[in-house]
């Protein structure tokens, strides 16, 4: 009995190395084990669909599996149940026949969030004018972006795949989905999360997903009565994702969309400079006549 409850126990690199430089193991709590015993999966028929209510309890019951930190169930309850409060879920699903049932192998949770420029800081050698090079809208919005403390981007607070179904490239699939989904946000300018250092796997996979280390926060996780490090991994995107983005969004607009925006919108643009430059130039006359 206990070589097989040895064979039992979960292995997940979020959980930080203890004194003997080793991970914690934990006990599966979650149905889709049991269900999954003695079934192989077909790559194929795997689907992607957001979580619903009826998915909450196997939701907490995996995040206990793969991460050390707790979660609130206001967390889950507003994410999942309630859709409120900017979270974006997606999970990836795989349905048993003889079951009559449908599991889920994988999931995502995001959020929408005004985070600092603090988080941006060590990406690229000028984060403002990279910033500043992937925003495609009016140079006046872009310019008042530029001078906000705060920047709009998406969080992923979880991003886990069941043990089984390691290497089937679910996590890949997520996370690609939700950086697809999150360029179609005005002015969201990428996304970021947070890794414990010392889960190196968990890092390659981000890294290898186009996600970038820019800072390394000391005592950033509390696990029961110790702090960890952590690193943040950030992705922003550049000018040549937002333009297919734009043109895609131009394409999919109505002609009446078409006409209010080159009828109305551009003409109002270009009055506004032209105002500003006869402003500018009565003040340097003004400027010539006085000093003469």
Request: one cysteine or more; glycine letters at 4%.
């Amino acid at each position: 009995m206990k070589e097989d409850e040895k064979e039992q126990l979960l292995y997940s690199e979020s959980f930080p190395l203890n004194e003997k430089k080793e991970r914690s193991k934990v006990k599966p709590i979650s149905e889709v084990h049991k269900l999954l015993s003695g079934v192989k999966i077909d790559i194929e028929k795997i689907y992607y669909k957001p979580l619903a209510p009826e998915h909450v309890e196997e939701v907490k019951k995996l995040h206990k599996e793969w991460f050390p930190v707790p979660y609130a169930d206001e967390i889950f309850n507003d994410s999942i149940i309630n859709n409120q409060g900017g979270y974006v879920t997606e999970g990836a699903f795989y349905y048993l026949q003889e079951e009559n049932k449908e599991i889920i192998l994988g999931l995502i949770i995001c959020r929408w969030f005004y985070v600092e420029k603090f988080f941006f800081d060590l990406v690229g050698n000028n984060i403002i004018k990279q910033i500043n090079d992937s925003i495609d809208y009016e140079e006046e919005v872009a310019l008042y972006l530029s001078k906000q403390p705060y920047f709009s981007s998406f969080y992923v607070m979880s991003l886990g795949v069941i043990d089984e179904c390691r290497k089937m490239n679910i996590g890949t699939k997520l996370i690609k989905d939700m950086m697809n989904y999150a360029v179609n946000v005005p002015f969201c300018l990428g996304v970021f999360l947070s890794v414990i250092s010392d889960n190196f796997s968990g890092k390659k996979f981000y890294e290898k997903n186009g996600l970038v280390c820019s800072n390394h926060l000391k005592g950033f996780y509390q696990i029961e009565d110790k702090k960890y490090d952590s690193d943040t991994y950030v992705k922003i995107f550049d000018r040549k994702v937002k333009d297919k983005v734009r043109l895609y969004h131009y394409s999919m607009m109505t002609f009446k969309q078409k006409c209010f925006r080159y009828l109305i919108l551009k003409p109002y643009y270009i009055l506004v400079k032209l105002f500003l430059m006869i402003c500018l130039c009565r003040c340097f006359g003004n400027k010539i006549n006085i000093d003469k």
